[in-house]
């Protein structure tokens, strides 16, 4: 059985030196280059609708388009000092219910909170916006990898997609707030695996159900958290997108890994234990700590205790909440001796495994039509 050492390259999780000791070494490149070490598949049955749900999602992708620099209001000023104080009071912070005794923040004020927030929120919107070229990338390789006809339609909807919301996130980060981050090390060592893997069905499964399942729970809290008019109606626009995108993975998956044998099953049973952890570091935003002047370490270290110790930590949960009941779905998490199920108990996030999947659940988050019939019947 493979350990964690050899999975994520150290033996506990939480060890803290080793999560440190993952940087991004490569910040003025303006490029970066991947290997992606797979043959592009031609496919000579081009029978559409040979598998209806994949095809019903491609006919509604193809309904379901919309345009970035007209369709959200870009007139809106965002003043970030006041969305930052409107949302802690939606929220509880980190400091809640912690004793600050003795951390980096005892002596802070409101005016070190305040900053905090705001490179929160540019440092939260960059990796999104990091996140979203990596689906960008990953899609189009899905396009040429995968060796369905229905499957190679809807990721070409899913490339267009993409492209829309790295240019709506980045048009944000430039117009609207006040920086940009780069990459986070351990978001890019994920999208790194997930590229370099000579799979089709790996690229789905670290983007589609593991990047893409923690982005829509992700967008989902704080299109709830927020009240920006423009950064409300851009999420909410983009989960709509989000919630195909995590389908396309669910149908293309479930059918596939139904013929899979306990070995093969294992190996993906792994690489999802390996993205839920890597992701999950990302979360620990070690670059803003540092651009804020505190102590990296200390940080890091308060974050792992503090959330391994609340289990009902909401942002946590909200997280995976979309991941582990499309793993349930794709018969993840029981496979070989219930392995998945044991390593998601470890990061404490097995408890969403009966949470509702993303199989049908686009159909309920599609917003455009919404807006459509809302607009029509005015
Ligand atoms: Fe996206
Ligand atoms: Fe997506």
């Not at 303006?30 to 043959?39: E, G, L, P, Q």
């Not at 369709?71 to 409107?86: G, M, N, S, Y």
């Not at 998490?333 to 404490?348: A, G, P, Q």
Request: aromatic fraction near 10%.
């Amino acid at each position: 059985m493979t350990t964690n050492e050899e999975i994520l390259g150290r033996t506990d999780a939480n060890d803290l030196e080793a999560i440190l000791a993952i940087t991004n070494d490569d910040m003025d490149s303006v490029i970066h280059a991947v290997k992606d070490n797979a043959d592009a598949i031609f496919t000579w049955d081009y029978e559409k609708g040979a598998r209806p749900a994949l095809n019903k999602l491609y006919e509604k992708a193809k309904t379901s388009q919309w345009n970035g620099e007209t369709d959200l209001p870009w007139e809106t000023d965002v003043d970030q000092e006041q969305v930052v104080l409107a949302n802690a009071a939606n929220n509880s912070g980190l400091d809640e219910g912690m004793d600050l005794t003795g951390t980096p923040f005892e002596k802070w004020t409101e005016k070190e909170w305040i900053r905090l927030g705001i490179e929160s929120q540019n440092w939260t919107l960059s990796q999104f916006m990091h996140g979203e070229q990596g689906a960008l990338l990953c899609t189009a390789k899905i396009v040429e990898t995968v060796p369905w006809i229905d499957a190679k339609y809807y990721a070409s909807t899913q490339v267009m997609d993409e492209a829309r919301h790295v240019e709506v996130f980045a048009k944000y980060l430039d117009t609207k707030l006040t920086g940009h981050y780069p990459i986070n090390a351990h978001l890019r060592m994920l999208l790194d695996d997930i590229i370099n893997d000579s799979r089709w069905d790996m690229t789905y499964l670290g983007m589609q159900i593991m990047v893409e399942g923690l982005a829509l729970a992700a967008f989902g809290f704080m299109h709830m958290l927020t009240e920006e008019p423009l950064l409300k109606q851009l999420l909410r626009y983009v989960m709509s997108d989000e919630a195909r995108h995590v389908a396309f993975g669910v149908l293309s998956l479930k059918e596939y890994y139904e013929g899979l044998s306990d070995a093969e099953m294992l190996e993906r049973q792994e690489f999802a234990f390996e993205a839920a952890v890597r992701m999950r570091d990302r979360f620990l935003q070690q670059e803003v700590w540092e651009r804020m002047g505190v102590d990296v370490r200390r940080m890091v270290h308060l974050q792992l205790t503090h959330e391994t110790n609340k289990n009902d930590d909401p942002f946590q949960q909200l997280l995976f909440s979309k991941i582990v009941p499309n793993c349930k779905k794709l018969g993840l998490l029981d496979r070989n001796d219930f392995w998945l199920r044991k390593k998601f108990s470890e990061i404490n996030v097995i408890q969403f495994e009966d949470w509702t999947d993303t199989g049908e659940e686009y159909e309920l988050l599609d917003e455009l039509a919404k807006d459509r019939a809302a607009a029509e019947s005015a």
